[in-house]
């Protein structure tokens, strides 16, 4: 059985990258980050997800991503909320984490040469992407190139794949081909600014692109929100 | 003042790295790894350095490479020692860690672009280079074009640059390189196997090259080995 490497956040797009993978028929390595997020319900979220699949393996790396601060998501900056424009076009917002996707995707290549395993899947989208320019095909085009430069493995003729399989798919047609593959999203979180319990705020980037994304699909939703939605 | 991010090991590579990016005016931003690492001596060396060079801000990042293993640097497997032939054609000995240096540089650019700097310095060298895949200077480049794909920075406009001053020197021209920009090698560490004291072992690829080189660049050597040399 040929395995795989999944970057997997416990959100919508990397439960359904996971899906994908393994309807592929890939032995599933899934790699999560604790990297000083405000909150662990994502992580939750991932263990949850991770189980739910049965994946040969699960592991969890710490990294230290707050030390460089510089975002929302990992310092003591306002997450914003009811953004008009989100996406193409309008600026790169706070929740931005500096060389995320590069640093997990690093992460994702070092495990994969260890496990010598050819192929990392991430559950990136250039549409509903919310402007990071590490969610970009021309990002992960790069990032592959290099890949295959950088490891003995590929030295010794072991071509690495990097697999977007979500790159092209509005959020709604990712929720759709997840409700294909019998994802359970109940299991899944997204938001970036829960409350205590882990209800989801409704009001910031991350929730608009999902909830507009169940609304368009037509997969009903089961997320639970602070405000009751 | 520019100011670079400078990683930093603490051996005689990363060290000149540093000199030299003194040399040509920058202020200077060194950054070391906690990844794990069988010894911490060489940690200790980069704070000396870091220190001797008044750097500007020393960031230690604590990783967890050893979670994946595939490494006697990081795992529980022997070092090599004498090893006949070293380098280009040979092969890639067991001291490589997958991905090292894609991970160090990916948070190097993180780190970049929460200062806003453009410039980041490695001390990765093609010639003396024990075979590393992650050394070379296609690999480098790679590395560069994906690094100028991924941030908000490179987006807004900031092309980034990986400097690599001296990736076609060989060892010896790097200790006089060093030399000449009033190095201190005494504070510099690179065995692979030191013993309690941080004395250096004198017959791993890295103490075989180090010692080639001192003598071959006329410096005298300072290095302390377990066994007198």
């Not at 230290?64 to 309008?90: C, Q, W, Y």
Request: proline share 3%.
């Amino acid at each position: 059985m040929k395995s795989a490497v999944i970057l997997l956040s416990g959100g919508v797009d990397s439960t359904t990258c996971l899906a994908i993978a393994k309807s592929l028929g890939f032995d599933l390595y899934a790699m999560s980050f604790s990297y000083g997020q405000r909150h662990h319900a994502e992580l939750v979220s991932a263990q949850r997800v991770a189980a739910a699949f049965s994946v040969a393996e699960h592991r969890v790396v710490t990294i230290d991503l707050a030390a460089f601060g510089g975002s929302s998501l990992t310092a003591d900056m306002e997450v914003p909320k009811n953004r008009s424009s989100i996406g193409h076009g309008s600026a790169i917002p706070n929740t931005y984490v500096p060389a995320r996707n590069t640093i997990f995707l690093s992460f994702a290549l070092g495990w994969a040469e260890v496990l010598m395993c050819r192929d990392i899947f991430i559950g990136v989208n250039a549409l509903d992407y919310s402007g990071y320019p590490d969610c970009r095909p021309e990002f992960i085009r790069a990032f592959e190139i290099m890949a295959n430069l950088a490891t003995k493995a590929q030295v010794e003729g072991n071509r690495l794949t990097i697999h977007t399989p979500l790159i092209n798919m509005t959020k709604a047609q990712i929720i759709a081909r997840g409700a294909d593959l019998d994802v359970d999203f109940s299991l899944t979180h997204s938001c970036y600014d829960p409350d205590a319990t882990g209800a989801a705020c409704g009001e910031c980037d991350s929730c608009i692109i999902r909830k507009k994304g169940f609304e368009k699909s037509g997969v009903p939703d089961a997320t639970r929100y602070a405000n009751g939605g």
